[in-house]
């Protein structure tokens, strides 16, 4: 059976930078299972994965606009340290951000005395990203796979619907 819309299938991938830094593998744990269209992967990666089958390999170079889009310097704003009240904000933490386009995720990048630097480009935004991909399996989704919008194992899903 080849990937189609609403089929789910079963992957191992190795995802890795342009110079080669590995990112995520499946390969040391259990693989994927991702329902075909419903853009739970990025882009670039679900369009090659469509006509697959189980068994096949391939290796794909993913642009940034098929994968986490370009990124934007305008995202990436100087704000009061005093924004963040008592708070011990370091490098690398995330929040959720209020901003004029809504509900937004930023990173911190830097904090002085005065000032913390917040970026809200996706932290893999710009980057072009090769993935490895073996195909396991591919089966047909089941109605309530469709109509939940990802696959479901054994055990269930995993929540309530």
Same mark, same amino acid.
């Given at each position: 059976? *080849? ?8 992957? #191992? ?14 390969? *040391?744990? $259990? ?20 006509? $697959? ?27 009061? $340290? ?14 959720? /951000?209020?901003? @004029? @386009? ?5 990173? =911190? =990048?830097?904090?002085? @005395? ?6 809200? *480009? ?7 990203? *090769? ?9 047909? /989704? ?9 696959? #479901? ?6 929540? @309530?619907?």
């Amino acid at each position: 059976m *080849n990937i189609t819309q609403h089929s789910v299938a079963t992957i #191992h991938f190795t995802v890795c930078t342009a110079d080669g830094t590995q990112i995520d593998t499946s390969r *040391n744990g $259990k693989p994927m299972e991702y329902l075909q269209g419903s853009h739970y992967l990025i882009q670039g990666l679900e369009n090659e994965l469509e006509g $697959k089958q189980a068994g096949d390999v391939f290796n794909i170079d993913v642009s940034p606009e098929l994968a986490y889009g370009e990124r934007h310097e305008t995202l990436v704003q100087v704000v009061p $340290k005093e924004m963040f009240g008592d708070m011990d904000v370091n490098p690398g933490m995330t929040f959720r /951000a209020t901003t @004029d @386009d809504g509900e937004q995720s930023v990173m =911190i =990048i830097d904090v002085t @005395d005065d000032e913390v630097v917040v970026d809200g *480009n996706h932290p893999l935004s710009g980057l072009t990203l *090769n993935f490895d991909v073996e195909v396991l399996a591919v089966r047909p /989704a089941t109605s309530e796979e469709i109509a939940h919008g990802h696959p #479901h194992s054994a055990e269930g899903c995993g929540h @309530d619907h």
